[in-house]
C-alpha cells in the first residue's frame, strides 16, 4: 500500500479538497458547505490534509471558537476509507486544536457517512437527545450580464457617461446587500477590464474564473470556437441533399478560430489573478 502523510492545507489543494467534499454529500448535504469549508481554512483556522504521493485522499478542517470548535469538514476518499487514515487525520487536528486552547470539539454528521467510524474510534460520544434544525430560504438573484460595459475602469473623471453609470452602480451595491437572502450575479469575459472598485471584496465576495470554451489546441475541432463559412449561392441553388459530416468538418477546419491565442493568455492570467472565494 503506498504510504500517506498528514500535512497542513494549501491553495493548491482547493480542486481536490471540493472533490472530497463532493464525496461527502452521498450520505446527505454537509452542514458547511464547499465555500464555508474553504473560508474557515483560509481564515487561518486549523485545516490538514492527508495526501497520497501528490493525491489528497482526505481532509479535516475545524472551526474555532473560543474553546470551542466545530468540525467543518471531516471526509476521506471512498477508496482510501478503513485504513486508519481518518483516525489519524482526526489525531492531528485535534493536535493543532489542543494548541489553540480549545478543549471542546463538536459535529454533525450522518450515521455511515465518511469518518463516523474515526470518531467514535477515537472516542467521540454520539448524542442522540437532540434534534438538529434548519431553516432555508431561497436566494433573490439579479445578474448583470457583459458587466464590464457599464462598469469599466474609469481613467479620468472626464470619462463620459460610463463614468457616472459605474459610480451609481458602485453606490447601489451597498443597499442591495443589506437585504438578506439576496445574490447579485455579474457576467464578463474581461475580469482585469473591470474598474478595480468594483472588483474589490467590499463589492464583490466571490469571484470565479471558468476556462475558456477552447485553446489553440482545441480550435481546429471544436465546433464551438469556429463558425463554418456559408456555402456560396451556386451551390446552395444546385443541390438538394443534405450536408455530410465530412462537409461540417472540412468547414469547420476552414474557420477562422474566435478566440485567439492572447485572449486566451489575458482570459488565464484573470483566473489567475482574481478567483477567489
Known amino acids: 500500500m503506498p504510504a500517506w502523510r498528514v ?26 458547505s464547499a465555500a464555508e469549508v474553504v473560508s474557515i481554512a483560509r481564515a487561518g483556522h486549523p485545516a490538514l490534509v492527508a495526501v497520497v504521493q501528490q493525491d489528497v485522499v482526505g481532509m479535516a478542517a475545524a472551526k474555532v471558537e473560543g474553546d470551542s470548535a466545530w468540525l467543518a469538514l471531516f471526509a476521506l476518499d471512498a477508496r482510501w476509507r478503513n485504513r486508519g487514515i481518518g483516525s489519524a487525520l482526526l489525531a492531528e487536528l485535534e493536535k493543532k486544536l489542543r494548541g489553540l486552547g480549545v478543549h471542546r470539539i463538536t459535529s454533525l454528521v ?12 477515537s472516542g467521540y460520544r454520539p448524542r442522540t437527545d437532540l434534534t438538529y434544525f434548519e431553516k432555508v430560504e431561497e436566494l433573490d438573484p439579479a445578474e448583470l ?11 479620468t ?12 452602480l458602485l453606490k447601489l451595491i ?3 446587500r443589506e437585504h438578506d437572502h439576496r445574490l447579485l450575479v455579474c457576467a464578463t469575459n474581461a475580469v482585469g477590464s473591470l474598474d478595480p472598485a468594483w472588483r474589490a471584496t467590499t463589492s464583490i465576495s466571490i469571484c470565479l474564473c ?5 485553446s489553440p489546441r482545441r480550435t ?9 463559412r456559408p456555402r456560396s449561392s451556386a451551390t446552395c441553388c444546385t443541390r438538394t441533399e443534405l450536408a455530410t459530416t465530412d462537409e461540417y468538418l472540412k468547414a469547420i477546419a476552414d474557420a477562422r478560430p474566435t478566440l485567439t491565442a492572447e485572449v486566451i493568455a489575458e482570459f488565464e ?7 477567489r472565494l
Open 7 to 32: 500535512r497542513d492545507f494549501h491553495d493548491d489543494d482547493l480542486d481536490q479538497a471540493i472533490h472530497i467534499w463532493n464525496q461527502t454529500r452521498e450520505g446527505g448535504e454537509p452542514v458547511f
Open 110 to 121: 450522518s450515521e455511515g457517512a465518511a469518518g463516523f467510524r474515526a470518531m467514535v474510534n
Open 145 to 155: 450580464d457583459e458587466v464590464e460595459e457599464i462598469a469599466g475602469t474609469r481613467s
Open 157 to 168: 473623471y472626464a470619462a463620459g457617461p460610463a463614468h457616472g453609470v459605474t459610480n451609481e
Open 174 to 176: 451597498p443597499g442591495f
Open 210 to 214: 471558468s476556462e475558456p470554451n477552447c
Open 220 to 228: 481546429s475541432s471544436s465546433p464551438r470556437a469556429r463558425a463554418p
Open 269 to 275: 492570467q484573470d483566473i489567475d489573478t482574481y478567483t
